[in-house]
């Protein structure tokens, strides 16, 4: 900027107090009056950490910021929170400077300039959460891989547009630290830059945690131990060790950092976290299962030893010291029960120090409650307070006897609050540190109010529908998909609905099956044959596996008597019965309306009445055998509508019911088959059977109008596949697509067949299902 | 006809009792009436009956039934030796000669048909026909049955006919209740009261979880185990975990939970 047109109030004339401040300031050569305000204060908290040489780096950045024509913000922001930074990452900017530097020039080369800003604003906040010199490193190089991987272009040589996301991550970046390592970080914005890298607005949305399956992935992300995977642990534990069984329902800690939720219990269930971190205290550490488990224990104690009090006479202050000695009661009662569980509440509750509370400035209320609860759990609690050892004592006489009550207990929590009482619990200024015990739940159920009170009740206020949106059918169940690419699931992907199949004319059925009258009969003598499954023993053979000894002594004595023996001493086994679950599932895509091709052609049908045919002939032949078999079709519209169709269930018979619901199949749509093999097979999974297994009936490749990745859909589809195997289920592909030897086998694996003649279809369907099941 | 002595319980079996149940087996002795013995696996039945017998000073015959058991295994069979065939009596005709007290142990592992043989010994009549042998056994004056039988088994197949059940008096047993079952452990193993009543604390929680992944809970013979082992010097925590959580359940939930069990009753 040239010097003729500087304004007026040119913030470089401005005076500092100190000459050294003064040349430091000259040489930031800087004209924004807002950071010449502040300019002494950050330099003298600067100073408090960092030498001569390192202030002048400090100066040399924050010239080079304030000169890069982005307003003052990103200056104030850096002289604001560089101290800062440089105090989290051990105190030393040296190998930090250059990397921030780095990453600043990088973003304004490119047109993302405008998130310098929140990245400056925020970088003290993360360092704080990083605390090394590295792992900042490490959050810089992910922002800035964030950031050539969102930033568009029009031509592919010239990057024009910003990363829409980059600002939103920087904005984020604290709480995101807060939730997940660096790893987690990493894998959480891998998976937004992959799925929202081509869309700005829902790009935006993933970035800044506002769509749901940003949250979603946040959750899987965090450290700790997770709900979800210790629920029937949890479970278990409730009915082992406390003959309890509660609905537990968690509630999110990673969105509401004013309020920090607390464990509850009510009516509708116990409310816990949705992830415990271990802790490490001075006492030893607790796994995050432990600390479920302290706070399950904790609920069950008052459930079993406390009654709810009438609360309208105390005041907050009594109330919080009955629930004080209300939880030592019970947790007394418990360590009673199970000793091991001292170890764990002490490792858990704080414990203050005496002195840590002035109370000549501060209200000690809660400092005095927590040494006092700390006090009567734990014997080498090391306090001298007279007042304190006699109401430990007091406690320990009352609970001598029996298990006491919640009246007594209150009434010894009265005495005490009357006896430790104050001027300055009156005080603004409370004293929290080392008193919130976070294994306690909120104590509602301890309390009953006469009189209304203005509490806030609606908790879980009743979500109502909104006018105009009935409900339709089943509400949909998610379902993941598997990415291949970062070898993890997307939680959540695709909906899945369920519903009843349209139904027909059952009559067009019976006529298919009359028009196949010499298949049938065909098909009818080799079902005849084939053989059962379950092991049975048969006796009295000349040849078999095992020596009868019953009827072999019988002989030998008829040879000694001189009687003529029986030749027939061994016995055999053989199957009988058969313990077979199957389900048919139908590819109803698009495709399926196409009208067969080659030898077939001369008659017009298309593949969809083929397959018809072919299943209406499985079908009858599956209910002669009398196997259990359910029929199913599927075609989605996107990850969002995934259509599941019911033709036949399990229990329900070959009649006119299923037989109207198979003539009105109709095709249309595309094949997303992960989610639908997915679904099938949890219906298997349920059967209780030797062996399931699953058909599926296909003309293609699995596709989806959303998804532009090749080969995505397929590796999701092997995926599935092998969850199902996994869980005992067989799958087995027959595939009408001639070209299908591509891609069926990575899919199925062996466990595939290509139908090169759709013709033949209702012919070898039904064959191919004795096959696999002779 | 066999040695009636080798068949008698010698020494003192140890047996709690619980309540009724000594006098009420009397009685139904002294009636020789059948006995059915019901209750889960390991809380005392055989030890009961083992009890009584040697209260009552009658011999004691004991057959394990299982799946492959026929018929002429519980009445006899011929046998061949140097001069032909010799008839040789099964357990059951032995004990109806020689007026023993014939106790089949968990009967429905023997198959339906099987089990069928003791009919006419469990009525008014009293006798066994040896169908084979061209013989009708009157039974002794002292003879009688004892069954016992675990209803726990879910599966469909193994329970008995009623035609057999209406034959029977019974009694229910189940696991002495905590203080009880401690004394048991530490009479019969020597280990310490309080030991003892941590162990049966532990089991106390697996039971609890019967019905919920696990089909049986920890039986008193396992908590008997368990004791032994301390007896022998090793760490109540192994102990309990050898004897009593890793004999019963392969599912890692309830592993980890009855893991912490024992920590939790072990401080």
Same mark, same amino acid.
């Given at each position: 900027?040239?010097?003729?047109?500087?304004?007026?109030?040119?913030?470089?004339?401005?005076?500092?107090?100190?000459?050294?401040?003064?040349?430091?300031?000259?040489?930031?050569?800087?004209?924004?009056?807002?950071?010449?305000?502040?300019?002494?204060?950050?330099?003298?908290?600067?100073?408090?950490?960092?030498?001569?040489?390192?202030?002048?780096?400090?100066?040399?950045?924050?010239?080079?910021?304030?000169?890069?024509?982005?307003?003052?913000?990103?200056?104030?922001?850096?002289?604001?929170?560089?101290?800062?930074?440089?105090?989290?990452?051990?105190?030393?900017?040296?190998?930090?400077?250059?990397?921030?530097?780095?990453?600043?020039?990088?973003?304004?080369?490119?047109?993302?300039?405008?998130?310098?800003?929140?990245?400056?604003?925020?970088?003290?906040?993360?360092?704080?959460?990083?605390?090394?010199?590295?792992?900042?490193?490490?959050?810089?190089?992910?922002?800035?891989?964030?950031?050539?991987?969102?930033?568009?272009?029009?031509?592919?040589?010239?990057?024009?547009?910003?990363?829409?996301?980059?600002?939103?991550?920087?904005?984020?970046?604290?709480?995101?630290?807060? @939730?997940?390592?660096?790893? /987690?970080? +990493?894998? !959480?914005?891998?998976?937004? =830059?992959?799925?929202?890298? &081509?869309?700005?607005? %829902?790009?935006?949305?993933?970035?800044?945690?506002?769509?749901?399956?940003?949250?979603?992935?946040?959750?899987?992300?965090?450290?700790?131990?997770?709900?979800?995977?210790?629920?029937?642990?949890?479970?278990?534990?409730?009915?082992?060790?406390?003959?309890?069984?509660?609905?537990?329902?968690?509630?999110?800690?990673?969105?509401?950092?004013?309020?920090?939720?607390?464990?509850?219990?009510?009516?509708?269930?116990?409310?816990?976290?949705?992830?415990?971190?271990?802790?490490?205290?001075?006492?030893?550490?607790?796994?995050?299962?432990?600390?479920?488990?302290?706070? @399950?224990?904790?609920?069950? /104690?008052? +459930?079993? !030893?406390?009654?709810?009090? =009438?609360?309208?006479?105390? &005041?907050?202050?009594? %109330?919080?010291?009955?629930?004080?000695?209300?939880?030592?009661?019970?947790?007394?009662?418990?360590?009673?029960?199970?000793?091991?569980?001292?170890?764990?509440?002490?490792?858990?509750?704080?414990?203050?120090?005496?002195?840590?509370?002035?109370?000549?400035?501060?209200?000690?209320?809660?400092?005095?409650?927590?040494?006092?609860?700390?006090?009567?759990?734990?014997?080498?609690?090391?306090?001298?307070?007279?007042?304190?050892?006699?109401?430990?004592?007091?406690?320990?006489?009352?609970?001598?006897?029996?298990?006491?009550?919640?009246?007594?207990?209150?009434?010894?929590?009265?005495?005490?609050?009357?006896?430790?009482?104050?001027?300055?619990?009156?005080?603004?200024?409370?004293?929290?540190?080392?008193?919130?015990?976070?294994?306690?739940?909120?104590?509602?159920?301890?309390?009953?109010?006469?009189?209304?009170?203005?509490?806030?009740?609606?908790?879980?206020?009743?979500?109502?529908?909104?006018?105009?949106?009935?409900?339709?059918?089943?509400?949909?169940?998610?379902?993941?998909?598997?990415?291949?690419?970062?070898?993890?699931?997307?939680?959540?992907?695709?909906?899945?609905?369920?519903?009843?199949?349209?139904?027909?004319?059952?009559?067009?059925?019976?006529?298919?099956?009359?028009?196949?009258?010499?298949?049938?009969?065909?098909?009818?003598?080799?079902?005849?044959?084939?053989?059962?499954?379950?092991?049975?023993?048969?006796?009295?053979?000349?040849?078999?596996?095992?020596?009868?000894?019953?009827?072999?002594?019988?002989?030998?004595?008829?040879?000694?008597?001189?009687?003529?023996?029986?030749?027939?001493?061994?016995?055999?086994?053989?199957?009988?019965?058969?313990?077979?679950?199957?389900?048919?599932?139908?590819?109803?895509?698009?495709?399926?309306?196409?009208?067969?091709?080659?030898?077939?052609?001369?008659?017009?049908?298309?593949?969809?009445?083929?397959?018809?045919?072919?299943?209406?002939?499985?079908?009858?032949?599956?209910?002669?055998?009398?196997?259990?078999?359910?029929?199913?079709?599927?075609?989605?519209?996107?990850?969002?509508?995934?259509?599941?169709?019911?033709?036949?269930?399990?229990?329900?018979?070959?009649?006119?019911?299923?037989?109207?619901?198979?003539?009105?199949?109709?095709?249309?749509?595309?094949?997303?088959?992960?989610?639908?093999?997915?679904?099938?097979?949890?219906?298997?999974?349920?059967?209780?059977?030797?062996?399931?297994?699953?058909?599926?009936?296909?003309?293609?490749?699995?596709?989806?109008?959303?998804?532009?990745?090749?080969?995505?859909?397929?590796?999701?589809?092997?995926?599935?596949?092998?969850?199902?195997?996994?869980?005992?289920?067989?799958?087995?592909?027959?595939?009408?697509?001639?070209?299908?030897?591509?891609?069926?086998?990575?899919?199925?694996?062996?466990?595939?067949?290509?139908?090169?003649?759709?013709?033949?279809?209702?012919?070898?369907?039904?064959?191919?299902?004795?096959?696999?099941?002779? | 006809?066999?040695?009636?002595?080798?068949?008698?319980?010698?020494?003192?079996?140890?047996?709690?009792?619980?309540?009724?149940?000594?006098?009420?087996?009397?009685?139904?002795?002294?009636?020789?009436?059948?006995?059915?013995?019901?209750?889960?696996?390991?809380?005392?039945?055989?030890?009961?009956?083992?009890?009584?017998?040697?209260?009552?000073?009658?011999?004691?015959?004991?057959?394990?039934?299982?799946?492959?058991?026929?018929?002429?295994?519980?009445?006899?069979?011929?046998?061949?030796?140097?001069?032909?065939?010799?008839?040789?009596?099964?357990?059951?005709?032995?004990?109806?000669?020689?007026?023993?007290?014939?106790?089949?142990?968990?009967?429905?592992?023997?198959?339906?048909?099987?089990?069928?043989?003791?009919?006419?010994?469990?009525?008014?009549?009293?006798?066994?026909?040896?169908?084979?042998?061209?013989?009708?056994?009157?039974?002794?004056?002292?003879?009688?049955?004892?069954?016992?039988?675990?209803?726990?088994?879910?599966?469909?197949?193994?329970?008995?006919?009623?035609?057999?059940?209406?034959?029977?008096?019974?009694?229910?047993?189940?696991?002495?209740?905590?203080?009880?079952?401690?004394?048991?452990?530490?009479?019969?193993?020597?280990?310490?009261?309080?030991?003892?009543?941590?162990?049966?604390?532990?089991?106390?929680?697996?039971?609890?979880?019967?019905?919920?992944?696990?089909?049986?809970?920890?039986?008193?013979?396992?908590?008997?185990?368990?004791?032994?082992?301390?007896?022998?010097?090793?760490?109540?925590?192994?102990?309990?975990?050898?004897?009593?959580?890793?004999?019963?359940?392969?599912?890692?939930?309830?592993?980890?939970?009855?893991?912490?069990?024992?920590?939790?009753?072990?401080?």
């Amino acid at each position: 900027m040239p010097t003729g047109i500087r304004p007026v109030t040119d913030a470089r004339q401005r005076q500092m107090a100190h000459p050294q401040v003064q040349a430091w300031w000259q040489a930031l050569d800087c004209g924004f009056a807002p950071v010449a305000d502040v300019f002494e204060e950050c330099l003298y908290e600067a100073l408090s950490s960092f030498d001569k040489a390192q202030i002048e780096a400090y100066i040399g950045a924050a010239r080079f910021i304030g000169k890069l024509g982005r307003g003052p913000e990103p200056l104030l922001a850096f002289l604001e929170e560089w101290p800062a930074v440089a105090m989290a990452a051990s105190g030393d900017q040296e190998p930090l400077l250059p990397q921030v530097m780095g990453a600043i020039r990088a973003m304004q080369k490119s047109p993302n300039s405008a998130a310098i800003t929140p990245f400056l604003q925020t970088l003290a906040a993360v360092a704080r959460r990083l605390q090394s010199a590295e792992q900042i490193e490490l959050y810089i190089d992910i922002a800035l891989n964030l950031m050539a991987r969102t930033s568009g272009s029009i031509h592919g040589h010239h990057t024009t547009f910003a990363s829409p996301g980059l600002p939103a991550f920087f904005e984020q970046a604290p709480r995101l630290l807060g @939730l997940l390592s660096t790893a /987690g970080l +990493r894998n !959480w914005t891998e998976f937004g =830059i992959r799925n929202h890298g &081509s869309h700005p607005e %829902r790009q935006v949305e993933y970035f800044a945690l506002k769509s749901a399956d940003s949250r979603a992935v946040l959750q899987r992300e965090r450290h700790g131990t997770l709900f979800a995977d210790v629920e029937r642990t949890l479970d278990l534990y409730l009915r082992a060790l406390w003959r309890d069984s509660e609905l537990l329902v968690p509630y999110s800690t990673a969105f509401d950092e004013l309020r920090r939720p607390v464990p509850y219990y009510d009516k509708l269930g116990m409310r816990v976290p949705d992830v415990f971190d271990d802790a490490h205290g001075p006492r030893g550490a607790v796994s995050g299962l432990d600390r479920y488990r302290a706070v @399950l224990a904790h609920m069950v /104690g008052h +459930r079993r !030893w406390s009654t709810a009090q =009438i609360a309208d006479n105390w &005041s907050p202050f009594q %109330r919080m010291a009955v629930e004080f000695f209300e939880d030592c009661r019970i947790e007394t009662l418990l360590i009673r029960e199970y000793p091991g569980l001292r170890r764990i509440f002490l490792a858990l509750h704080p414990q203050p120090r005496q002195d840590a509370c002035d109370p000549e400035t501060t209200s000690c209320l809660r400092h005095r409650l927590a040494m006092l609860s700390r006090a009567l759990l734990d014997p080498a609690h090391g306090y001298t307070d007279p007042v304190l050892l006699a109401f430990v004592q007091r406690f320990h006489e009352l609970l001598s006897a029996g298990e006491s009550g919640t009246a007594e207990i209150a009434a010894l929590a009265l005495a005490y609050v009357t006896q430790t009482r104050r001027p300055s619990d009156q005080l603004a200024t409370i004293h929290f540190d080392d008193t919130v015990i976070d294994y306690r739940d909120d104590n509602r159920q301890l309390w009953k109010f006469i009189e209304e009170g203005d509490e806030e009740e609606a908790f879980d206020a009743e979500r109502k529908l909104e006018p105009g949106e009935a409900l339709r059918g089943l509400p949909p169940r998610r379902y993941p998909e598997w990415d291949d690419a970062s070898q993890t699931y997307r939680p959540d992907w695709v909906s899945v609905y369920e519903a009843l199949h349209a139904s027909g004319s059952a009559a067009d059925i019976d006529r298919l099956l009359q028009k196949h009258a010499a298949l049938a009969k065909h098909l009818k003598r080799l079902l005849d044959l084939l053989k059962p499954q379950d092991k049975v023993r048969i006796r009295h053979q000349e040849e078999g596996s095992d020596l009868d000894l019953d009827v072999a002594i019988g002989s030998l004595i008829d040879f000694k008597s001189g009687a003529t023996p029986d030749p027939r001493i061994n016995m055999s086994h053989r199957t009988d019965g058969r313990d077979i679950s199957v389900l048919l599932l139908l590819d109803l895509s698009e495709s399926l309306n196409e009208k067969v091709a080659g030898a077939g052609s001369a008659t017009g049908q298309t593949v969809l009445e083929l397959s018809q045919e072919a299943v209406s002939l499985l079908a009858w032949a599956i209910d002669c055998l009398g196997d259990p078999c359910a029929i199913a079709g599927f075609h989605s519209n996107t990850r969002h509508e995934v259509r599941y169709q019911h033709i036949k269930g399990f229990s329900e018979r070959w009649d006119d019911v299923v037989k109207a619901r198979l003539a009105a199949m109709s095709a249309g749509w595309s094949t997303r088959m992960g989610a639908a093999l997915r679904h099938a097979g949890h219906y298997l999974e349920a059967r209780r059977a030797d062996k399931k297994i699953l058909l599926l009936l296909t003309d293609g490749e699995p596709a989806d109008v959303d998804v532009t990745e090749p080969g995505h859909l397929r590796a999701d589809a092997r995926k599935a596949v092998e969850e199902l195997s996994a869980r005992g289920v067989d799958t087995f592909c027959l595939s009408l697509d001639p070209k299908a030897d591509d891609y069926v086998r990575s899919i199925f694996g062996k466990r595939h067949l290509v139908l090169d003649r759709v013709e033949q279809l209702p012919e070898r369907l039904p064959l191919l299902y004795m096959a696999l099941t002779r | 006809m066999a040695n009636k002595e080798q068949f008698l319980v010698k020494a003192e079996p140890y047996y709690q009792v619980q309540g009724q149940e000594v006098a009420l087996y009397e009685a139904a002795y002294h009636a020789r009436l059948p006995v059915m013995v019901k209750g889960p696996t390991g809380c005392g039945k055989s030890r009961f009956v083992e009890y009584m017998a040697w209260k009552l000073g009658r011999p004691l015959i004991t057959v394990a039934c299982n799946e492959d058991m026929t018929a002429s295994d519980l009445v006899g069979r011929y046998l061949l030796d140097a001069n032909g065939t010799r008839w040789l009596d099964g357990p059951l005709t032995t004990a109806a000669r020689i007026g023993a007290i014939c106790y089949l142990d968990e009967i429905v592992e023997a198959r339906q048909d099987t089990t069928v043989v003791i009919h006419p010994l469990t009525d008014h009549r009293r006798t066994l026909p040896l169908d084979k042998k061209g013989e009708l056994i009157e039974a002794h004056a002292d003879f009688q049955l004892v069954i016992s039988y675990n209803p726990g088994y879910q599966s469909l197949m193994k329970d008995l006919k009623q035609s057999t059940k209406q034959r029977f008096t019974a009694f229910d047993f189940d696991y002495p209740e905590a203080t009880l079952e401690a004394q048991i452990v530490a009479r019969e193993t020597g280990i310490d009261q309080t030991v003892a009543a941590q162990l049966v604390k532990v089991a106390q929680t697996a039971r609890n979880l019967k019905g919920h992944g696990l089909d049986e809970g920890v039986s008193t013979r396992l908590i008997v185990y368990a004791a032994t082992l301390i007896g022998k010097g090793v760490t109540p925590r192994d102990a309990c975990r050898m004897a009593m959580v890793r004999p019963i359940t392969d599912d890692a939930d309830i592993r980890a939970t009855l893991d912490h069990a024992i920590d939790a009753t072990f401080a």
